[in-house]
């Protein structure tokens, strides 16, 4: 994922409003979202590349969201895939406090990530390039390839269009899907430094990205309700404009 905007025990139907991005190169092959074999118990998409995903959700609600961390000056070669740690969480059962001891003692072998986990009436944040491991409060919340509500233009526009959904009695998937196809281009000087030549950190500025091979693959919206049920609702782009929908609709199993 490269981007996140998410609202956390706010809304009065819903416990969590969940919309993200992915941004990927076109070429890297992946698997939509789905119900992983067997079992079928985990909900997501898959990285065929190196096995991992970015996002996922289980039937006793185990939720975990990844986004890369842009510093390209740190970046190294034949570390482990960041992947693997959204998988590792949504496969396994140790408690999150567990995890996130992992996570500590394992941080060095992976370049730079942040990462959203827990269940989803206990979510917690782990970056292993700045803030401490903590449990996220409940509130408006955006994430990117920084830390997490770094106000980086894509986060601020993104958060304002949720606030703007959220006071609604009803939300509907559609219009979270609305919100991430923004493709508004901030101005030069809002843009953050991150390491990358100026004419890509442009082109990686707006929250829905169209970069030639690189760009916006999916929007995944989540809808979480107090009774626990989840719409789960994930639209696929590429390059040539074709446009897949997977939509599921379960509820958690305690």
């Known amino acids: 994922m ?8 706010q809304h009065p139907q819903y ?4 919309a993200a991005n992915r941004d990927e190169f076109h070429y890297r092959l992946t698997k939509e979202a789905g119900w992983w074999e067997p079992g079928r118990d985990i909900l997501g998409g898959i990285d065929i590349e190196a096995g991992g995903t970015w996002l996922g959700i289980t039937r006793t609600g185990r939720f975990a969201a990844l986004t890369n961390f842009r510093s390209p000056d740190e970046k190294k070669e034949n570390m482990r895939s960041r992947g693997m740690l959204t998988k590792e969480f949504l496969t396994c059962d140790v408690s999150v406090e567990e995890y996130t001891d992992k ?24 970056s292993n390039r700045g803030k401490t491991p903590a449990a996220i409060p409940e509130g408006l919340h955006g994430l990117s390839n ?6 980086w233009p894509k986060v601020m526009r993104g958060k304002v269009g949720m606030a703007k ?6 939300i509907t998937a559609e219009q979270l899907m609305l919100m991430l196809k923004d493709e ?7 843009l953050p430094e991150t390491g990358v030549p100026k004419d890509w ?46 939509k599921e609709e379960f509820r958690i199993q305690s």
Do not use: W
């Open 184 to 190: 508004v281009k901030p101005p030069d000087e809002e």
């Open 15 to 18: 416990k969590l409003v969940f």
């Open 146 to 151: 920084a830390l997490l509500n770094d106000p």
């Open 2 to 9: 490269c981007l996140i905007i998410f609202s956390y025990k």
């Open 165 to 170: 959904i959220l006071q609604q009695e009803s």
């Open 201 to 246: 950190e442009r082109s990686l500025s707006p929250m829905f990205i169209r970069a030639g091979e690189y760009g916006t693959r999916a929007s995944t919206v989540i809808l979480i309700d107090y009774d626990n049920n989840v719409h789960f609702h994930e639209r696929t782009f590429t390059p040539d404009g074709k446009i897949t929908d997977i």
């Open 103 to 126: 996570l500590e003692a394992e941080a060095k072998e992976f370049n730079g990530y942040n990462l959203i986990y827990g269940d989803i009436d206990h979510l917690h944040y782990f």
